[in-house]
């Protein structure tokens, strides 16, 4: 069994920062990929940043349209973290930010989903 456990979120002002943290507990072999989504009220859940790695070697690294320019998404294998650096936010970044991860286990490749955290910009 493997926990995303998430921290990070809180309440900034339009144009700050804040780094999203997603650390992974449990038993796997390897970490395959992480995504970061985001759900705003009365919205779907929102694919914000993606990326792919094989024997920790990444892969892929994509981030939104909505994003570009703004977001980052990076791994920290040695400490089994995912981070989404958001700089520049603005209000319609608010939403419930939800990381996923994908992992190769004794039990075959399975993804996993943190327990969200909430961001919240002011203009």
């Known amino acids: 069994q493997v926990q995303l456990v998430e921290s990070g979120g809180g309440l900034v002002q339009a144009g700050g920062s804040l780094r999203l943290s997603c650390a992974a507990t449990?038993?796997?072999?390897?970490?395959?990929?992480m995504a970061w989504y985001r759900q705003a009220p009365g919205n779907d859940r929102e694919l914000v940043a993606h990326?792919?790695?094989?024997?920790?070697?990444?892969?892929?690294?994509n981030v939104a349209d909505s994003v570009k320019g703004r977001f980052t998404i990076s791994l920290d294998n040695a400490k089994n973290t995912g981070y989404l650096q958001m700089n520049s936010l603005k209000p319609e970044d608010t939403a419930v930010y939800y990381c996923?991860?994908?992992?190769?286990?004794?039990?075959?490749?399975?993804?996993?989903w943190g327990q969200g955290t909430q961001v919240t910009v002011s203009s």
């Open positions: 996923n991860a994908d992992f190769q286990t004794t039990r075959g490749r399975h993804d996993y």
């Open positions: 449990g038993s796997f072999f390897d970490m395959i990929a």
């Open positions: 990326l792919t790695q094989h024997n920790n070697k990444q892969l892929t690294n």
